[in-house]
Nanobody, 113 residues
Framework: QVQLVESGGGLVQPGGSLRLSCAASRSISIYTMGWYRQGPGKQRELVAD????????NYAGSVKGRFTISRDNAKNTVYLQMHILKPEDTAVYYC???????WGQGTQVTVSS
């Protein structure tokens, strides 16, 4: 079992930035990790994922160039740096470990003026 705890969400104006963190209760060093989001009335979608060493990173087209996923395996933490936020980025953001299908509880990001 592993617990994933997200933090860093909040209310931000359009064009602003936020950094989300996902702290894992156990080592993440050998696992691909990802961020998903679910907006109001929408299905959960992949935002970005990152392989264990960071060698391969995938982004959803809608966030490419604005969001950056990174990881610190020594701290068992994954990050999502978000810039130039738009109202359509409003969602609950979830941390995910595909192996074992572990999800965090989510953190709300609201982009609004």
């Amino acid at each position: 079992q592993v617990q994933l705890v997200e933090s860093g969400g909040g209310l931000v104006q359009p064009g602003g930035s936020l950094r989300l963190s996902c702290a894992a209760s156990r080592s993440i060093s050998i696992y691909t990790m990802g961020w998903y989001r679910q907006g109001p009335g929408k299905q959960r979608e992949l935002v970005a994922d990152i392989t264990p060493t960071g060698a391969t990173i995938n982004y959803a087209g809608s966030v490419k160039g604005r969001f950056t996923i990174s990881r610190d395996n020594a701290k068992n933490t994954v990050y999502l740096q978000m810039h130039i936020l738009k109202p359509e980025d409003t969602a609950v953001y979830y941390c995910y470990r595909p192996q074992g299908h572990y999800w965090g509880q989510g953190t709300q990001v609201t982009v609004s003026s």
